[in-house]
């Protein structure tokens, strides 16, 4: 987590923003990490909310990785990330109409908790390739 003053952190977060990118860790890690000037109270508050982050995207990745939804690999064997930011040609067709889900997913309950729970991403994976013609089920 780079280290910089509240006047800095505007410019930073837009020199590392990637809007090509299909799903950015980086950068949604560096925005929930950052503690504001004025905010020490609330320290605790916003590293949690950092590490909240890194372990959703860790869990979306190992998803996708172990539903044939990317191209290439996104996360390792010990579970952490290998491939941020996700770009298109990352991910396979499916992966890329599945994205919209996964960010809807990020605002729930379960990818909330620690480990974050997976289930509403299996059950929307499986609605999604029965409707498209009985693809593999989940």
Known sequence: MPDFADSTYGSYM????????????????????????????QREYYLEAGQRALRQYEALYRFYDAHGLSAKRLSGGDGKIIKDPVYPADLTAEGLRFARTAHHWQDTKGAAKNPPDVKYLERKLKEMRAQEGGGEAV
């Open 14 to 41: 837009d020199d590392i923003a990637d809007l090509s990118a299909v799903f950015d860790c980086r950068w949604m890690f560096v925005r929930l990490n950052y503690v504001p000037d004025g905010c020490e109270a």
